[in-house]
């Protein structure tokens, strides 16, 4: 094995750090994803018009990490609501083409912004869709996975020896949004509600410790700003402000459990740009102090699981309901109906929960699909060793719903139930969600580190 030490002294934004000799190859890549023409935008029903120009432009983004045993992991970070199993899974069979990585070693990420255009088949049937929207939406998907194709393959092809250093900052705009009233629960602020305020970062030098990639994540709704323009919100003016301050970077946001956490106040451009500062500060701050190296070798896991869902709706209802105005109801009810025609049946389960998690060192990297509740997060963090690092993102290699935890499927309201309706499921998870994808991270994460 090499002996790590230190080498050298460098200068890193005015910032003395120690450089170690590379034990790490890392390569970075990005693509620019802004849609050149009027299209949708994706995230809240309510849209009445496609968008109007752009705030800033939006990105996918790649790391492609190499461990020193030669094995690597790819990261993809994207200014997108979310995508759905069928596109991560066209696009890992063509990354495992060309670079012969396997899927757990692909980790495919959505920032949630609400500004970025709607893509097939994430939340589809939610939207009205005029005119020839659906079918510039089917198009620029279809670019959009060759371009995300693309990207990965060039931070693979680019890998040159690296460093890697890990830490945690903290930000304090998010903020629970589940208000529990003698109505039911209802959305708005709920300040004593649970929130995960930690910052992770990642941060990836060359040999010379100048700075190549800085990863964070951050549990919070990527939802400051419901207007009509092409924006990565907090998220985005984060990475636009860390760019500016560390030139040569490429920074890269993943979104953690934060299904029902808010940025909170909201809905000014004011506000978001606070916030992205605010986040920028924090990841520049852990920049800036010691952090910790990451030494040892990547392991990587995925496995996909089975949810079920609570009922089938009746025949009856789903008549109902295909006559009902509100879009995702109607189209749900219509598809199911189709379905029923056909002589198939009404789905009991989503078959392919994915769950995965990496060791980059000591870091544990959990990385789960849907829209995770931080019930998650925090419990994860409980349970597993409190003596290393526990990264958990969210959004990640597939968007199919709210992911409740059994509290939040018992108190009921959006992430608990209603929202199972814009994702077209047939109805909210049936209890026991919770202890089946926590105790799927724990073998996964446990088994890793026994190994
Ligand atoms: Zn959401």
Same mark, same amino acid.
């Given at each position: 094995m090499r002996a790590t030490c230190i080498l050298a002294w460098a200068l890193v934004s005015g910032t003395v750090l120690t450089a170690a000799e590379p034990t790490f190859r890392a390569g970075v890549a990005r693509v620019v994803i802004t849609p050149s023409e009027p299209m949708w935008l994706a995230g809240y029903a309510a849209r009445n018009r496609p968008a109007e120009g752009a705030e800033h432009d939006l990105y996918a983004k790649a790391l492609a990490l190499e461990g020193p045993d030669g094995r690597g992991v790819i990261l993809l970070t994207s200014d997108l609501l979310g995508f759905d199993r069928e596109f991560s899974h066209e696009v890992v069979r063509q990354v495992e083409?060309?670079?012969?990585?396997?899927?757990?070693?692909?980790?495919?990420? !959505?920032?949630?912004?609400?500004?970025?255009?709607?893509?097939?088949?994430?939340?589809?049937? @939610?939207?009205?869709?005029?005119?020839?929207?659906?079918?510039?939406?089917? !198009?620029?998907?279809?670019?959009?996975?060759?371009?995300?194709v693309e990207v990965i393959v060039r931070a693979w092809r680019e890998r040159q020896p690296a460093v890697l250093h890990h830490g945690q900052g903290t930000a304090r705009f998010a903020v629970n949004?589940?208000?529990?009233?003698?109505?039911?629960?209802?959305? /708005?602020?709920?300040?004593?509600?649970?929130?995960?305020?930690?910052?992770?970062?990642?941060?990836?030098?060359?040999?010379? /410790?100048?700075?190549?990639?800085?990863?964070?994540?951050?549990?919070?709704?990527?939802?400051?700003?419901?207007?009509?323009?092409?924006?990565?919100?907090? #998220?985005?003016?984060?990475?636009?402000?860390?760019?500016?301050?560390?030139?040569? #970077?490429?920074?890269?946001?993943? #979104?953690?459990?934060?299904?029902?956490?808010?940025?909170?106040?909201?809905?000014?451009?004011?506000?978001?740009?606070?916030?992205?500062k605010e986040l920028a500060v924090a990841v520049h701050e852990v920049l800036s102090s010691?952090?910790?190296?990451?030494?040892?070798?990547?392991? +990587?896991?995925?496995?996909?699981?089975?949810?079920?869902? !609570?009922?089938?709706?009746?025949?009856?209802?789903?008549?109902?309901? +295909?006559?009902?105005?509100?879009?995702?109801?109607?189209?749900? +009810?219509?598809?199911?109906?189709?379905?029923?025609a056909e002589g198939k049946s009404i789905p009991t389960e989503y078959p392919h929960f994915p769950v995965q998690v990496w060791h980059l060192g000591e870091v544990c990297w959990i990385a789960l699909g849907g829209e995770v509740v931080v019930d998650y997060a925090l419990r994860l963090k409980r349970e597993l060793a409190k003596d290393r690092p526990?990264?958990?993102?969210?959004? !990640?290699?597939?968007? @199919?719903?709210?992911?409740?935890?059994?509290?939040?499927? #018992?108190?009921?309201?959006?992430?608990?139930?209603?929202?199972?309706?814009?994702?077209?499921?047939?109805?909210?998870?049936?209890?026991?969600?919770?202890?089946?994808?926590? /105790?799927?991270?724990?073998?996964?994460?446990?088994? @890793?580190? +026994?190994?």
């Open positions: 083409q060309a670079t012969g990585l396997s899927r757990d070693r692909l980790m495919l990420t !959505a920032s949630h912004t609400h500004c970025g255009p709607v893509i097939a088949d994430n939340l589809f049937g @939610m939207y009205p869709l005029p005119g020839d929207m659906q079918r510039k939406a089917l !198009a620029y998907t279809e670019k959009l996975k060759d371009k995300i949004r589940r208000l529990v009233t003698p109505q039911g629960v209802i959305g /708005g602020a709920n300040p004593d509600g649970p929130v995960d305020h930690s910052v992770p970062v990642l941060r990836v030098a060359d040999r010379n /410790g100048k700075l190549l990639a800085v990863v964070f994540g951050y549990a919070c709704h990527n939802t400051t700003l419901q207007y009509y323009k092409w924006c990565g919100d907090y #998220a985005g003016f984060a990475q636009v402000e860390l760019e500016q301050r560390h030139p040569g #970077a490429t920074a890269m946001f993943w #979104a953690g459990c934060g299904g029902d956490v808010n940025p909170l106040p909201r809905s000014t451009v004011e506000l978001c740009r606070k916030y992205g010691p952090m910790t190296e990451i030494r040892g070798p990547i392991v +990587a896991r995925y496995e996909e699981i089975s949810l079920p869902f !609570a009922f089938t709706p009746s025949e009856e209802q789903l008549r109902v309901d +295909a006559k009902d105005s509100y879009p995702a109801r109607r189209h749900r +009810a219509q598809r199911y109906l189709r379905l029923l526990i990264w958990v993102t969210a959004y !990640a290699n597939d968007v @199919m719903a709210y992911i409740p935890s059994e509290r939040v499927l #018992a108190e009921g309201g959006y992430e608990g139930e209603t929202s199972m309706t814009e994702y077209g499921l047939p109805s909210k998870w049936k209890t026991g969600i919770e202890d089946k994808i926590i /105790g799927t991270t724990l073998r996964l994460a446990q088994g @890793m580190a +026994a190994r």
